[in-house]
């Protein structure tokens, strides 16, 4: 069961990382917005697919 999980979690986070570099978010400098917004669409993994564009501001 835990594999399982680990597993779950494990897909779910890298659709995030690939919505992520669908939306050319690796691009360009790193601040402190990008860095942030890539952890936001990593962690909403496949909701990024239902229409989930999360983006996060520093300031």
Do not use: K
Not at 2 to 26: E, M, N, P, S, T
């Amino acid at each position: 069961m835990r594999r399982l999980v680990i597993l779950v979690v494990l897909a779910w986070l890298a659709a995030g990382v690939v919505a992520a570099a669908q939306r050319d978010h690796f691009t360009g400098p790193s601040d402190c917005d990008r860095v942030t917004t890539i952890a936001a669409t990593a962690i909403a993994g496949p909701l990024n697919y239902t229409g989930a564009e999360p983006t996060v501001s520093c300031r």
